[in-house]
């Protein structure tokens, strides 16, 4: 069974930071791509930023290019998503999920275990 554990999450002003973590098992991290998606309210859920399961590529969206970085800490089995200079657009519920042997990319019905959710909100 796989399980996705995210923390994270919280309020903030517009500008500021935030950092979302997401815990699998060992045997998750090294099988699945890992990716964070994002659904805000009456919106579809949306490609956020992934990583190839072999972690050798990296994606993420243009709306957040330059202010989000995804990362990994292999060691903990750990994916990250750094947010910086926040906006309120970003606000949204952000998950994590997995996928068996994926590229990384969207669109999110290639993904087959999600996490619970954290929410972000983004005050202006």
């Known amino acids: 069974q796989v399980q996705l554990v995210e923390s994270g999450g919280g309020l903030v002003q517009a500008g500021g930071s935030l950092r979302l973590s997401c815990a699998a098992s060992?045997?998750?991290?090294?099988?699945?791509?890992m990716g964070w998606f994002r659904q805000a309210p009456g919106k579809e859920r949306e490609f956020v930023a992934g990583?190839?399961?072999?972690?050798?590529?990296?994606y993420i969206t243009d709306a957040v290019k330059g202010r989000f970085t995804i990362y990994t800490d292999n060691a903990k089995n750990t994916l990250y998503l750094q947010m910086n200079s926040l906006k309120a657009e970003d606000t949204a519920v952000y998950y994590c999920?997995?996928?068996?042997?994926?590229?990384?990319?969207?669109?999110?019905?290639?993904?087959?275990?999600w996490g619970q959710g954290t929410q972000v909100t983004v005050s202006s």
């Open positions: 990583f190839s399961w072999n972690r050798i590529s990296s």
């Open positions: 999920a997995a996928d068996y042997r994926g590229t990384g990319r969207g669109p999110a019905r290639l993904y087959e275990y």
């Open positions: 060992e045997r998750t991290f090294s099988n699945y791509a």
